[in-house]
């Protein structure tokens, strides 16, 4: 495998590279290679050096394009040859939801490092077993929730790890899309509950678990309600839901409340949060994606001019910022991507682990246990405790 | 009783005065009171000229004091004599929680007209018989769900009447404020359940729980999750929550949520919905109570210029405004005041009912009955649906 | 006269009443009305009583009404009739600006105290002929800029008086309406040089002239680009401008910058400020009327969370608030009237003086010479520094 | 020179590839080398695919690590070696304003294509000289006036193009940054006149200028009041302005202003800009790059809903869009230099040409005469007429 060098305080340093393989080349392929070229350089010097191996996809000459355009070495319609080649290190699982499981688990078992997209399994059951596997085979995994790598959610991580909002009690969070706003748009296969797991819940609402376990702590029990608002839709019956709410318990004592929804006109990708603390609030909004909205009691004693600020995540000491632009350039959301595989590559190079600021299997499938419980809540119409499994089996 | 000259197209018209007893003179007397003085010249011609007759308050200094500030004829410390004089038709409730049954009935025996304060009762049971009292008595009546009388409130309903929104489907509902958020700040009767009811709930809550009603439709069931967060302070034990979060299920099929708490370091009196349509979506935020955001598909076809409109509601057809100024000329807080004694004068003059733009003795016992099954909800961790009493009990 | 009276902590305290006359009963007509009425119990206990005797107006079936409407006990079509009577020792000049003069010269040889609205004279001689007569006269005299009054903008005031800003240098204002961007809106007298003096320039140009010298200091010199972008509108052709760009040089070597037209879709009535010291920025836009936004370096060294505040001044500490209601519940437009006449009514009084936290006649006379300057300097195309007069002309 | 291949709807397409020069690696060049990098996959298929031959730098041990870094080929300290290279088709000139005018025209007289950041040169006859050398050279020339390529901008300029704003009359521009604004920060290269030509007129004030052009239409005079506000600072005194005002007039008969400073506190990277025509208006701001303010009157008569609206530039036919993710998904600033470096690549491979979308070095040299005309403007006090010159001077 090549090197790339790169000169420390001691002279020129080797760089290793890492082999990836990666199914799936649509939307969310697209921002994985896109980091796999860029974090080379951006994030200098790389702990390792993504070298791209090769892209599985499924229309022959949709994946040989692929390959020619984001340059991998190879192009394939069948992942499972990935699984054997030896110059594959790192598995990046970016298809759908129903080709989760068995690819990641095959991954696992060749020993190869494995970040797969979220939602981890299409159930709890179905996470369980991939995190279980992982953890078996020994090899470094993470789960794609790449909210957690926006400088401002970091820096919202930092400040409440660092006190400054006090005991954290409530957490409001709500994501709201609307490409399935209008009742005409068509069916497609994110609604159909064999492929996809559940809706609006397991696509958009488990990165706001993903962000509240993140942010406040473990989720002990929920209260949900779940609807489909349009049960039939040009083309097919939809079995998920679009619209979600849940009320939160947290085990630390705290609480809060979620809602999600792909039916809200205007909201593009809006994902939200507020975080109220005994010493302070944190506010923010993925549209807005560089600014953190921060209330602190630390001003002088006695000054008139108390409020919540719009802090721009832009400066030298803010999270992830060392990778890119002077204060005030503000990053975009392909460039969050950059921030998780670098975080991935230094994991796997041994330089840090993936917990706590990136999202594992275990965040995965604990996540998962919190959508099944906010659908099970919503069929009881009652609240629902949580168990969460430990990573092996009893038995 | 004197008479208020004004002159329309068939020249000069009496307008007939109204006296008017108000208990209470503090922070939400004094918002009547400032409304009681200004409708006549605001709104004109005003259905019915306000008299000031008489003022209650506890402390004979104080109230005696108000009664000069405030110009009422009379002050005493017995709410009792009021209900004894003629001369007061119309009684305004503005005093604590526990201060708005007994008085207020007396006044309904004594056949005067009553706006009180909310919440009605303190309980579903108590707001009941208020209601039960006014519906026997014949009386105008009308609960002091203020926010009804927001100009982009009432945008909002007449939008969401005139279809515009298409079929509503979501409300969420959040109300932030932040004046107990300090852990050490101290224990007042507003922390008292016997003498407050409940707490966030029943206070700030139960807006929410109007406007979704007003806005929306009747609340079927719900799913509430109601937190004690702080339950000790300096003075005392608080037994009322300072933090709800509920889901909601209306009798149309719509769905949503509701925050409310005391405890946002930053939100001063942040009370905010976001509404969903199959068409479009409404969004209000009271700190910035003058704008309504509206996202509608209304533009012509190809323009790329979608999104949510900031609409300043001060315009001359935007309701209520024709009692102030010209467009963009903002109102405030206290002149949503104007607005709901306006509306309440034009009933009493049989210019107009309270029902449905204004709150009635009715909404005030509904939005209890949800707040109680809340608080139920919240003890039994389960689904709440409510059975709304009618206003006369069987038997 | 009559009398009020309050109670204050040694007993009872009488309130003299001041008698008032108003030529005008329009829309800043209404502003005023409201104030006078309302401040009494607003402001409690008032300086002074204000005692509603007379209104003039020009039609007399209009100025009849007003005079019901608002409770004057009088009214009239001859503003001269007001002069001769001693029951009006406060004359507020709330009519066109060409009728500024006239009627404010003759209540000053009255000897009555005079609120004048904005701005004082239609050019700069005939405002200093004004301020001339005002203080020959020894009277209160005060110029209706009204935004003074706003409690952000009073804060800002104290800000920077506190040397919260360090040293200020830059200014920028801008003040957008859109009521005349549409070419094809009407001809009105507000359009006629002759009525008018000028047009955006003198009517809202002034605002943000009379802005920057209360917040910044006195200005030298001006550059200024006055345009008529609409030379013609049904009925009439326009002789004064529509739009105004200038340039400002401060007398303490800061610099800045004002934009005034109404012209600008969509923008209702856009004052804004941005203010930038040697220490920490201030921003205001009076759309948001509440909010002042303020950005100061106080903050705990190593807080990564600095920002803009957007502070909400509607704390009891902030300037005017004891008027109102508690924290976080907005005033309005209207409600600055009630601040600008309790501070008149506290200099007649001789509680305090209007200057400098209200505008004098020779604050008015300023503003004019600043818009004088910046015509001349459109004409001239060239920088115009400004020779102020004193206020007794020499000889 | 290696190929890329591309398969297009006749089968497999070559693409050509470009050799790439490049001076400087701080912070332009990153921006420059990342597009550089990520344009061949995001753009796909590219127009041409570059080659990063040969960077320049100033010290030999960090111009090796740049080349490591980025992928250059070579590294050189002599930007002279560049031009002698064939390998290099395309130079792109990302060093310090001193460096822009020697290398450029030796990278001209070569035959090679030219990027060159702005300002053009320091002065405008230095940019003249560059524009003419380029248009004598017959080369593709672009000038790196990167926020034309910010999509809200890029829309701006087609809804203006198409009418949208119907006249556009007015353009008010400010450009706000702080990181000069504490008068104790050291001195730098920046500060210096004969290796910046000016300060932050040149630096960011000629952003708006560009922009002003951009959107507006040509420049035909200007009035300018330049200030140095710190003068003297730690390490050396300061012959730049920090803080530049300007009235500005068009051919076109528009009017308008700019400010920029380096002085605002609070104010990271703030270029704004709003437009008022006769039928709209449009807002922008830096710092919420991905939003374009927009007031159309398009909506449906009587509809009570207008205002400003909030448009998110992210749809799939907002222009670049294609380039990067699903509508809602935010993109950051350095990917605009994706969308200048694509377009640029079209114009060398003859699919397109740099102007009018992209800044040619006419455009650089017409922003230096306006940048001169307000120096000059701001040292005579009056207004300067700007008289461009031809590309050829009369001989």
Redesign the interface.
């Known amino acids: 495998m090549g090197l790339?060098?790169?000169?420390g305080p001691e002279g020129e340093v080797a760089v290793p590279s890492l082999g990836v393989g990666m199914l799936g080349h649509g939307?969310i392929g697209?921002?994985h290679?896109?980091a796999l070229?860029?974090v080379?350089?951006?994030a200098?010097?790389p702990p390792l050096a993504p070298r791209l191996v090769e892209v599985v996809g499924w229309r022959p000459?949709a994946v040989?394009?692929a390959a020619?355009?984001?340059?991998f070495e190879r192009a394939t319609t069948d992942w499972r040859v990935l699984m054997e080649d030896p110059a594959i290190e790192l598995f990046v699982n970016a298809g759908p939801n129903d080709l989760h499981a068995e690819p990641t688990l095959a991954a696992l078992r060749a020993g190869k490092h494995v970040l797969c997209e979220k939602p981890l399994g299409r159930t709890a059951p179905e996470s369980h077993e991939l995190w279980q596997a992982a953890a078996a085979a020994g090899v470094v995994h993470m789960c794609g929730f790449n909210y957690r790598f926006v400088p401002a959610v970091r820096?919202a991580r930092?400040?409440i790890e660092g006190g400054?909002l006090g005991e954290v009690?409530?957490f409001?969070g709500?994501y709201?899309?609307d490409?399935l706003?209008?009742?005409d748009s068509p069916y497609l296969w994110r609604l159909d509950r064999q492929r996809a797991g559940s809706g609006a819940l397991g696509d958009i609402g488990a990165h706001l678990i993903d962000l509240a376990r993140f942010l406040v702590g473990e989720i002990a029990?929920v209260?949900?309600?779940v609807?489909t608002?349009v049960p039939e839709r040009p083309g097919g019956l939809v079995d998920v839901d679009d619209?979600v709410?849940?009320?939160?318990?947290f085990a630390n004592g705290a609480?809060?409340?979620i809602?999600a929804?792909r039916?809200?006109?205007?909201?593009?990708?809006?994902l939200g949060f507020?975080i109220?603390?005994?010493?302070?609030?944190l506010a923010f909004d993925?549209?807005?994606?560089?600014e953190?909205w921060?209330?602190?009691?630390?001003?002088?004693p006695g000054?008139?001019?108390?409020?919540?600020?719009?802090?721009?995540v832009?400066?030298a000491?803010?999270p992830y910022i060392e990778h890119?632009?002077?204060?005030?350039?503000?990053?975009?959301?392909?460039?969050i991507f950059v921030h998780e595989i670098r975080h991935l590559l230094a994991a796997i190079a041994g330089d840090g682990a993936v917990a706590p600021y990136g999202a594992t299997f275990e965040d995965g499938y604990r996540a998962a246990e919190v959508c099944d419980a906010i659908l099970r809540s919503g069929e009881q119409?009652?609240?629902q405790r949580i168990a969460y499994m430990d990573p092996v089996r009893a038995g």
């Open positions: 790339v060098s790169s000169r939307f697209k921002a290679a896109h070229h860029s080379s350089y951006l200098w010097p000459d040989a394009e020619r355009r984001y340059r820096l930092e400040l400054e009690h409530s409001r709500s709201f899309q490409w706003a209008n009742p029990a209260d949900g309600h609807r608002v619209t709410e849940a009320t939160l318990e609480g809060g409340s809602s929804s039916l809200c006109h205007g909201r593009r990708n809006a507020e109220s603390g005994t010493r302070g609030s993925l549209e807005r994606m560089n953190l921060v209330h602190l009691d630390d001003s002088r000054l008139r001019a108390q409020g919540f600020r719009r802090v721009l832009t400066e000491d803010h890119w632009w002077p204060p005030g350039h503000v990053i975009g959301w392909g460039d119409r009652s609240c």
